[in-house]
């Protein structure tokens, strides 16, 4: 048996109990980039630990993220370990394999300058103004394109001036699930927070209340293995053809937006706006924050993130910055 018909019996057999639909998704997603063709054609008992190594360094060559690489270690080892348990193998060949701490890359945030250059842009453009409340929602919120995507107007609390995030819309393989997009629980239970709306977010969503948009289409709801028990209407944000935002679709319109920008500046000979990744909003908001002097704790809480110490190792060189702002005050006040 080669690894290839081990890994598609595992996934038919094993995969799904216990882990989420999209884990599996992205097991196998980790598999065909980078095992399949590879080590994937040879006899899972042949397969040693330097093969599964090997795949580790070419990725390392190549400049893959830390996360990538120990996903698929992850991924590897799973199958590895029920194959062993099926006495198929004698040995894990993926076991304490080696993955080097690649330099990440370090997060930026987006400058004011250039998020009131962008978001005055979209609110005054006739082709992009429908946007407008998205990218509102999305920067005054700090939270990810798939947590914005799937609010619904049950999620908006106008009396008592909240919004909350308690879902995520996730692309799945139409071949195994038999769709392309849901509505799922978020990634972990920190996640579901309910967040305060500030007046321009309530004034924004009142007003698109107001307006008479058409109803989107409506998308399943799924349970942790992607099978389907309901389904989601009543989306606040939608494309222009009344679908659902994913988040290759929102940065697909991110980028005509600063494209279409750009032919603007060149002919008016104005500023122009940097493209940005979706990514780079959380990170904006906690900057944001940190600059206003916002207490850790809340901007933990408005993140999702399980703990303060998560926000602060996401976030360390914004503390340090704070720490040095702090220092900076502290040698200003001398009183002898």
């Not at 307006?211 to 409506?218: F, G, L, T, Y």
């Not at 780079?280 to 850790?296: E, I, R």
């Amino acid at each position: 048996m080669t690894l290839n018909a081990y890994f598609d019996f595992w996934m038919d057999t094993f995969a799904k109990s216990g882990r989420k639909a999209t884990t599996c998704i992205n097991y196998k997603s980790y598999y065909n980039t980078y095992i399949k063709n590879t080590i994937g054609k040879k006899q899972i008992a042949k397969i040693t630990k330097a093969d599964c190594q090997r795949i580790i360094n070419e990725m390392v060559q190549d400049g893959k993220k830390h996360s990538t690489m120990s996903n698929l270690k992850s991924c590897l080892n799973i199958v590895f370990e029920c194959a062993l348990d099926d006495d198929i193998i004698i040995k894990n060949p993926a076991k304490n394999l080696q993955v080097p701490q690649t330099e990440s890359k370090k997060r930026t945030a987006i400058e004011q300058q250039q998020i009131d250059l962008f978001m005055s842009y979209v609110k005054n453009s006739e082709r992009y103004s429908y946007s407008y409340p998205a990218f509102v929602s999305l920067f005054n919120l700090g939270m990810g394109i798939g947590e914005m995507a799937p609010l619904t107007w049950d999620d908006v609390n106008f009396k008592e001036n909240t919004i909350t995030i308690n879902k995520t819309v996730n692309r799945y393989r139409k071949a195994d699930y038999g769709f392309t997009m849901a509505v799922a629980s978020p990634k972990s239970k920190t996640s579901i927070r309910i967040v305060a709306m500030n007046s321009v977010v309530r004034k924004t969503l009142l007003k698109l209340k107001m307006q008479s948009v058409p109803p989107a289409a409506k998308l399943p709801y799924v349970d942790d293995s992607g099978n389907i028990r309901g389904q989601i209407s009543g989306f606040l944000f939608v494309n222009t053809s009344g679908k659902v935002w994913n988040e290759p679709g929102f940065r697909e319109l991110i980028k005509r937006i600063v494209e279409r920008h750009y032919k603007d500046a060149e002919e008016n000979h104005t500023e122009k706006i940097e493209n940005f990744c979706p990514h780079m909003v959380p990170h904006t908001y906690t900057s944001l924050a940190y600059s206003a002097g916002a207490d850790v704790k809340i901007v933990s809480q408005n993140l999702g993130h399980a703990s303060t110490s998560v926000t602060l190792d996401t976030y360390a060189h914004l503390t340090e910055d704070k720490k040095k702002e702090q220092e900076a005050v502290a040698q200003t006040v001398r009183i002898s």
